[in-house]
């Protein structure tokens, strides 16, 4: 399981991610939402390093489980859309699946 890190958004606060870089700069990178009641690390950890021998992954964790607005607020499904789009812009993916 790749460590992850929190990462500082714009107006949205602490958002935790885990990424790993495939297995070129040019990869497409995959980007993996875990269900409810979990997170990145509990869902992905068998299937992260695999992709990764394809693609470039970013594991994003929704608030409801460790990230955070940045009133301190928690949100389980609020802003889902947006907080996955600003840790995308934050690593410099402009596409991805």
């Not at 299937?47 to 608030?63: G, I, K, P």
Request: proline share 5%; with cysteine; charged share 20%.
């Amino acid at each position: 399981m790749p460590p992850g890190r929190w990462v500082r958004t714009d107006g949205r606060g602490a958002i935790f991610i885990r990424e790993l870089p495939g297995p070129a700069e040019t990869a497409r990178t995959v980007v993996l939402l875990h269900g409810l009641g979990a997170t990145s690390g509990l869902q992905f950890a068998p299937t992260m390093n695999q992709l990764s021998e394809h693609f470039r992954v970013v594991a994003v964790d929704m608030r409801s489980t460790v990230s955070r607005l940045a009133d301190g607020r928690s949100g389980l499904l609020d802003n889902v859309a947006e907080d996955v789009a600003a840790a995308l812009d934050y690593c410099d993916v402009t596409s991805a699946v």
